[in-house]
């Protein structure tokens, strides 16, 4: 089969539509500017984001959406992200900051301009700053510090929080030309009369350090090399100690909630290559938000105790945690850059929408920044990958595509296996939860969107490939379950139930008459019907009581002739419908279950 046509066979019309919306914004062009941690602002925006953002709007109308709606959310995220600055600022901000280094923009990222737009400021929300004032507030003791950003025009005050207010002062490291990061921030908004917004203060910010700069050189060596983390285990007054420490983030991970409360692990490694773990608790957590592998982190007083393992237990290790006294500092990693050949499959997949890039060579490559494993981070790839494209030493990956089958992959209910097949081929992932399994319903010919995958090479030279619940980038989302898909015209395209046999790898949607319909414990047997074909299908949960359209308890409570009565009646009437084929299904990855139809009605809504 032809790309081009294949891209439309396992999506239908929501691919389409993304090729669509991606066409869209690269035609709108770029700015050209380069910031300091993302490079030139690309004329084609990454393939997984356009995705990701028409399934967020989805999700946000859930009772159906627009081309124009997503289109005009589309237009108003990507120009947040590549907003150019005034020439006045950008200047004034270039000679402020050192842009020797580049690093990578943070996942959460928002701009000033935008926290003015939208006067709104989520606490999961990142601002990556420079420092342009520091004042105190008239009449007051209290510390302001005006910040700029490199992607905005305009500035904000922020309420400094005085766990800060010993970096403040004529030999502080809070001044202007500083770069800080910080979360956890709500707003004030302007009140009738009372001026601008303002951000409240916050305890999650961070302040970033260069070792090519002599004063940050010259604090790192005065303040961060006394310790290490082997010397402060020996220490049998380690609690009387005021401990500062400087190490390498190798690993940010979840763990196992402690009574309800959110943790996070930051495991980090010394020069002397001992590792010593720092634990954040609940509210804490958003301060990983800022950290990133590889990233050197400063430590000035973290609080020093018992680890508290998976059984809630306090064990004999010890651990660091982020006490009322505790600074943090960081070094950022510099980003690595590789160039990135397109496909033949990408490139050919595209058809005419490449003409919106240049005809030199550099249509066939893009810069794509590598993790400090050498992996290439392909979140940003503009360009939609394949199964077959998979290889090793691949991070943020997306993938489009049908499930084939589903099946724990350990004991503990942590980790599954799923098979997922696209037009090239069939992949084994493997997603790996911190608790229970949490993505609801995932069944076999669902059609779902996956990102945030990573790809390595087994020691058996076999090819691994794994999800990782709630990191950075990871995404799971079931198409065949949005409820937005049925009302949301620009997402699908009505088919005949006679195209059903010929489409199997997609999710149909289709506009049908009850026939019969069999009841057992609310799992459905029927037979749907167009004036093309009937079909024998099945559906449980939710559809099964859109079909019935009483609650469950209604229904049990009714006398078994009644029911039968009941569900007489609900024949010939008219529904919008989801189908998916399940006749891959396979019981925990073992033998089919032959026992429910081939078509699984995935979603159902009564026409008016």
């Known amino acids: 089969m032809d790309p081009a046509a294949a891209a439309s066979a396992d999506g239908g019309a929501f691919l389409e539509f993304v090729d669509y919306a991606v066409s869209m914004l690269s035609s709108s062009g770029g700015d050209g500017y380069e910031s300091p941690g993302d490079g030139p602002a690309p004329a084609r925006p990454p393939w997984g984001w356009v995705v990701a953002q028409v399934l967020k709007s989805c999700c946000a109308y859930s009772s159906g959406v627009t081309a124009a709606i997503i289109l005009s959310d589309l237009f108003q995220s990507w120009t947040e992200q590549h907003k150019s600055l005034t020439s006045k600022r950008k200047v004034e901000l270039t000679k402020?900051?050192?842009?020797?280094?580049?690093?990578?923009?943070?996942?959460?990222?928002?701009?000033?301009?935008?926290?003015?737009?939208?006067?709104?400021?989520?606490?999961?929300?990142?601002?990556?700053?420079?420092v342009i004032d520091v004042f105190v507030l008239p009449g007051t003791n209290i510390y302001m510090l005006t910040l700029g950003d490199m992607w905005s025009a305009s500035t904000i005050d922020l309420y400094l929080h005085r766990r800060y207010y010993d970096c403040i002062g004529q030999y502080g490291i809070l001044k202007k030309g500083r770069e800080v990061m910080l979360t956890g921030c709500c707003l004030r908004t302007a009140m009738e009369g009372s001026g601008h917004a303002r951000i409240l203060p916050t305890e999650y910010m961070v302040i970033l350090l260069d070792e090519d700069q002599d004063e940050d050189a010259m604090l790192l060596a005065a303040q961060f090399c006394t310790y290490s983390f082997s010397s402060m285990i020996l220490d049998e007054s380690r609690n009387d100690v005021p401990y500062s420490f400087y190490a390498r983030i190798e690993k940010i991970e979840?763990?196992?909630?402690?009574?309800?409360?959110?943790?996070?692990?930051?495991?980090?490694?010394?020069?002397?290559?001992?590792?010593?773990?720092?634990?954040?608790?609940?509210?804490?957590?958003?301060?990983?938000?800022?950290?990133?592998?590889?990233?050197?982190?400063?430590?000035?007083?973290?609080?020093?105790?018992?680890?508290?393992?998976?059984?809630?237990?306090?064990?004999?290790?010890?651990?660091?945690?982020?006490?009322?006294?505790?600074?943090?500092?960081?070094?950022?990693?510099?980003?690595?850059?590789?160039?990135?050949?397109?496909?033949?499959?990408?490139?050919?997949?595209?058809?005419?929408?490449?003409?919106?890039?240049?005809?030199?060579?550099?249509?066939?490559?893009?810069?794509l920044p590598r993790d400090l494993h050498g992996s290439v981070d392909f979140s940003k790839y503009p360009f939609r990958v394949y199964v077959s494209d998979l290889h090793d030493k691949m991070v943020g990956v997306c993938l489009f595509g049908t499930i084939t089958s589903v099946c724990k992959a350990s004991t503990s209910g942590t980790a599954f296996y799923l098979e997922l097949v696209d037009t090239t081929r069939v992949v084994l992932i493997k997603l790996i939860f911190i608790g229970p399994?949490?993505?609801?319903?995932?069944?076999?010919?669902?059609?779902?969107?996956?990102?945030?995958?990573?790809?390595?090479?087994?020691?058996?030279?076999?090819?691994?490939?794994?999800?990782?619940?709630?990191?950075?980038?990871?995404?799971?989302?079931?198409?065949?379950?949005?409820?937005?898909?049925?009302?949301?015209?620009c997402l699908h395209n009505l088919a005949p139930l006679s195209d059903l046999p010929r489409l199997t790898n997609r999710t149909h949607v289709c506009r049908v008459r009850l026939g019969h319909i069999d009841c057992n414990s609310l799992k459905l047997h029927l037979t749907i019907a167009d004036d093309s074909a009937k079909v024998f299908a099945w559906c449980v949960g939710q559809t099964a009581i859109e079909f019935l359209q009483i609650s469950p308890d209604e229904y049990l409570e009714l006398p078994e002739d009644e029911r039968a009565m009941y569900l007489y009646t609900l024949q010939n009437e008219s529904f919008m419908v989801a189908i998916a084929n399940t006749s891959k299904r396979v019981d925990g990855c073992g033998a089919s279950d032959e026992a429910l139809p081939v078509w699984e009605i995935t979603r159902a809504q009564k026409c008016e």
């Open 96 to 130: 402020l900051i050192n842009t020797r280094n580049k690093r990578r923009r943070l996942p959460n990222t928002v701009t000033i301009d935008s926290i003015h737009e939208k006067n709104f400021l989520s606490p999961m929300s990142v601002l990556e700053a420079v």
């Open 254 to 367: 979840s763990l196992e909630p402690f009574r309800c409360t959110e943790r996070k692990q930051i495991v980090l490694v010394d020069n002397d290559d001992a590792k010593m773990n720092f634990i954040l608790w609940g509210e804490q957590v958003l301060l990983a938000n800022l950290f990133s592998v590889g990233s050197m982190l400063a430590l000035d007083r973290p609080f020093i105790a018992n680890f508290v393992d998976s059984n809630h237990e306090e064990s004999q290790e010890l651990c660091l945690e982020y006490g009322s006294a505790t600074q943090v500092y960081m070094v950022p990693i510099a980003q690595q850059e590789e160039q990135v050949p397109f496909t033949p499959t990408q490139m050919k997949s595209q058809g005419p929408r490449l003409s919106c890039l240049p005809t030199d060579n550099v249509a066939s490559q893009v810069t």
């Open 437 to 489: 399994w949490s993505l609801g319903r995932v069944g076999v010919g669902h059609m779902v969107y996956i990102s945030g995958l990573a790809c390595t090479m087994s020691s058996t030279n076999i090819l691994e490939v794994s999800w990782r619940e709630k990191e950075p980038g990871s995404l799971f989302v079931n198409l065949s379950l949005l409820p937005a898909l049925l009302n949301s015209s």
